[in-house]
Each structure stands twice: as C-alpha cells, then as structure tokens.
C-alpha cells in the first residue's frame, strides 16, 4: 500500500512573527523555516506503518519554493522513500493545494493520504477536508489514533468534549491531531541516506491546476496588546480586587 | 441576503459555539439554521434569538461526507455558509467549500462587510483582512468574537430539509464524550486553568475547589496535555480550544505564544506562576508571583470568606 504524505515549509514555531510595517503579511526574510509540526506527525505515522508492514512506500509531496526542498529531505531523512516538489513562489491556498494534490493522487495512486490537521502559518485547518471532497473519499479528520485493516481505516478523532471513531472505506484522508503520535529525530545516518533519495521536481501548469488566490490580503496588522496589569501581594488582595475591582466574582 | 448556519448540538442542545456563528450570521443577512440530527434539536434551533427558519434533517449521526453532500444540496439559496469554528464545523465546512469550488475563511473574528473578513493567523499573532472573490462564502467562526444569540425569544418555523445521498464512504463507530458538572470550556463565564507546573495529573484535581467555588470550566495548557497531566480536550490554545470568558485564571502557566492564542481575549486575566518574569504576566491584570500549591488552597480558603 503506498501513502501519500503532503509537507509544507512553514515559519518554525519557535519563531515569534513580526508584522510587515507595510501591513503586506509577515516577516519571512531571514526567519527560522521548518517542517509545520501536524506534517511531522503525519510522517511518523506513515513511517509506522510502514515499519508495521502495512505500508510499502511513502511519497512526500511538498508545494512552494525550490527551499521546501528541505523539508521533503527532512521526511525522507524520517523515512519517506521518494520526493515531489510542487515548485512555485506564489501562495497558493489549500483550494489550490487540494487541486493540485488530487492531481498528484490520481497520477501515484495511494490508499492512504495523511496530512497535518493545519498549517501553523495561516491556521486554515481546510486542505486534508478538501482534498477528500475532491476525491469523493471518505475523512478522518483530527486523527489520535489510526488503524488500517481489511481495506478500511477506522480513526479516532478528538472532538470537543472527547473522542469519536469513524469507519472509512480506502482509499480514505487521515488529518493529525498532536497526540496521534511523538515524532522522531532523523538520525545522522538516514540524513545522509536520505541525501541519495529521489525528488522530482514539476509546477502547478504541469498538473494543470491554475493557482490564483480567491482571498486577497487587504492587510495584515498586529493584534490589539493587552495591557500588562498590576501585580497583587496576596491571596486575599487578589480575591478583593476580583470581587471590588474587576466584579467577576 | 440569507445565511445559513450549520448547527453543533449534543444531541439535545444547540452549544454556545453555534449562538455565535448565529450572531455573526445576523450581521450578514437572515438567518437559517441546518440542524442535522434529532427533532428535540431542531426545536432548540427555532428558539434562538435571530433565527428566521430551522431546516431540519434527522440523522443519527453527524458525519462529514453526508453532512457537507446535505449543505451542498441547499447551497443554491444562500450567499454565505456558515459554521462555528468547533471541531465539527473545521471538520464538515472545508469540505462543503471543495464541493463548491470555493476557498473557505477560516475562523473569523471580525466581519467587515458581506466579502470582506477578519481572521487569526500565525496563532493569533496577526490579524488578516481577506476579501474573498469567491460567489459563496464558506466561513467558520471564532466563537469567542462574536457574543452568541440569545438562546430563547425566538419563534422560527421548523422545515424538513432532504439528506443527500450518503457517498457511503464513512460510518460511526463510536464516541467516548467526557460526562461533566462543570460548564463547557469554550462557554463558560469562568475557566481555571493549569500548566505544566501542577507537575502530575493527580495534583491537577488541586484545581477542583476554585473551580467548584467559582462554577468554572477546567482547562489546561498544552504543556500540561503534552506531559499527560490533562486530558487534550481541556486544552486551552491555538491548537486546542479558545476561549474569551469574563474571568480567566492561569495556574502555574508561563505563557507560550500558543497558549496565549488561546485565551487572550478574556475580559479579566489572572495570573499566579512563581517564576515573575513568566510571559504570562504581560497579558494579565492581576499577577501573583509564587507558589501555586500554596496559594491555590489560600485563594479558595478567601473565596470561601
């Protein structure tokens, strides 16, 4: 069974943003990228189950500047077996990123796609749902718990208040939630390993997918800072001050 | 213009989550609610302040393929699709927008006009204005930005809406829902929340009193979830749940970027962490620096006053 498993290049979450003074987006230039952390998850888990042996090959899929390269190595240096890049410089958004990974779906012909439940720099949460309604397949959205047997994917997802389990027919969208799994470090031999391993390398016309954002940025500014208050000395102070002060309680 | 909502119930009520995608609604036209589930639902749904009519489909479970294939089916009528942005509307509404060839605005905090919306990005680090090109909206809501519908004043009629065919492709296995006294997290007027420097997931019940004293929710970070001393629906913060509630109380929180996502729109703020240059105090009203196990029970021995 092969497995598909998209990767965006993302700001490191470590990185505190700064905005653009000109109000156009966020600072990229010189910042920290990495692999976004629900993607890291979706690889670990399609490295288990090929560890498992109930997978045989892991493609990683990758679409945006010749850099997110980087990442793709990193998921082959994890255990991912081959590499696409889908190269392009333009943002492209999860409507296009579906489009585009349905058309690289119907070319490798995997059973299983599974993609990080959202990506830390536009928090969208949408591209794993889209691509199943795309494909007409079934959604294991949030997933903490995957198994796959007799042809059929039953993921526990978290939900608000607990868990629920779905049923889903292969071929079937798995998206992570944080607890699915703890990823691992690439060690310095499959770093190098990975070095060897293929990418191809295509652009969106090749695939036949026109990119054009549908949401224009009017602007991008910083959230309203909160005013830092006063610090109290007490139990009982604080307990005043919310019954006198602020009248909460 | 007409709007329609997708409803997030329990199976009996409609949650605040859904009053709020409500009221956003408003802000953009009429109102019409999709409940897909059981009646007792649907004539909740008709109560709601702002609700101009209930379409109803009766379903036992809310699965995404069906739901999204249902919401396509009606789309015709409307302008804009909407749902709170809870774990079901993140999981149906993407879905929906695909169906319709439409980009969808995730997790809006702010409606500027009918194309033109507000949202977080980068953990709420940034605000974006997004105008969408797109004929149809499909949006989910921050609840926390929008102060929900009433829940009661509202007449709407009840209509019986189609289910689309089933694609057949999913099918309900089963739900482990934590049964709890205290109020849900996104909706309660106050929530006490833990970090990692409870320490154990024994120690968190510490928690329990204030949080019975004052009626809150429960809630943690996501360094108290990672460490395994919380369950991950308690989990306040970009990745988990956000909430703006009248009082917000951080045990033993620093403060990462992620958490503060998550709970800085609260009206009152308080902070109690022994590490004083701790983030968390940046954003706080009242911070007491110290020892969270000594202070815990002095804070409720004062409630209790």
């Known amino acids: 069974m092969k497995l598909l498993v998209p990767v965006k290049r993302v700001v490191d979450y470590n990185v505190k943003v700064r905005v653009k003074p000109d109000g156009t987006g966020v600072e990229t230039a010189n910042v920290k990228m990495s692999m976004n952390p629900f993607d890291e998850i979706a690889v670990e888990e399609a490295v288990r189950l090929k560890e498992k042996g109930i997978a045989t090959e892991i493609v990683a899929v990758s679409i945006g500047p010749s850099q997110a390269q980087e990442q793709i190595r990193t998921a082959l240096a994890m255990g991912a077996d081959r590499g696409i890049l889908v190269e392009t410089a333009d943002t492209v958004e999860p409507i296009a990123v579906a489009k585009l990974l349905k058309a690289i779906v119907e070319k490798e012909g995997p059973q299983v796609v599974i993609l990080g439940k959202q990506a830390i720099d536009d928090d969208m949460n949408a591209t794993g749902q889209m691509l199943a309604a795309l494909l007409g397949w079934g959604q294991g959205t949030f997933a903490s718990k995957v198994e796959i047997a007799d042809g059929a994917a039953n993921v526990t997802r978290e939900v608000d208040g607990g868990l629920e389990t779905v049923r889903l027919k292969l071929p079937a969208i798995v998206t992570t939630d944080l607890r699915l799994n703890e990823p691992r470090y690439a060690s310095l031999p499959n770093i190098m390993k990975a070095r060897k391993k293929p990418i191809e390398t295509i652009k969106p016309a090749d695939l036949g997918v026109d990119t054009t954002p549908r949401l224009k940025v009017i602007k991008v500014e910083e959230p309203p800072k909160r005013q830092a208050g006063v610090k109290v000395a007490s139990a009982a102070e604080l307990v005043s001050k919310l019954r006198n002060e602020a009248k909460v309680i | ?305």
């Open chain 2, 1 to 305: 213009m007409t709007v329609l909502v997708l409803a997030d119930h329990d199976g009996a009520s409609i949650n605040q989550p859904t009053r709020s995608a409500i009221a956003a609604a408003g802000k953009l036209g009429d109102v019409h609610l999709l409940v897909i589930g059981p009646e007792a639902v649907a004539q909740a749904g008709a109560k709601i302040a702002g609700v101009a009519k209930v379409l109803h489909a009766a379903t036992e479970h809310l699965l995404a393929e069906p739901a999204a294939a249902l919401i396509q089916s009606l789309a015709g009528n409307y302008t804009h699709l909407l749902a709170p942005g809870s774990a079901l509307g993140k999981n149906v509404m993407p879905r929906v927008a695909a169906l319709l060839d439409v980009q969808p605005i995730s997790d809006i905090s702010g409606i500027v006009d009918a194309d033109t919306f507000v949202r977080p990005i980068y953990a709420g680090n940034a605000l974006a204005t997004v105008q969408s090109s797109d004929a149809k909206k499909v949006i989910t809501v921050r609840a926390a930005s929008f102060d929900p519908a009433a829940p009661e004043g509202g007449s709407a009629p009840i209509e019986p809406a189609q289910p689309a065919a089933d694609p057949g492709v999913s099918s309900f296995v089963g739900a482990e829902i934590v049964k709890s006294e205290r109020p849900e997290l996104t909706a309660a007027r106050v929530v006490v929340s833990g970090g990692r420097a409870i320490g154990s997931a024994e120690n968190f019940k510490i928690l329990d009193g204030i949080a019975d004293k004052l009626g809150a929710a429960v809630g943690a970070s996501r360094a108290a979830v990672d460490a395994g001393y919380a369950p991950n629906d308690l989990q306040v913060g970009q990745t988990g749940k956000i909430v703006a509630p009248e009082l917000y109380m951080a045990f033993g929180i620093s403060g990462a970027i992620q958490h503060l996502a998550g709970m800085k729109d609260s009206k009152v703020i308080v902070a109690i962490n022994k590490d004083e240059e701790a983030p968390i105090f940046q954003v706080a009203d009242y911070g007491l620096v110290g020892d969270i196990f000594k202070l815990i029970p002095e804070i409720e021995a004062e409630l209790n006053k």
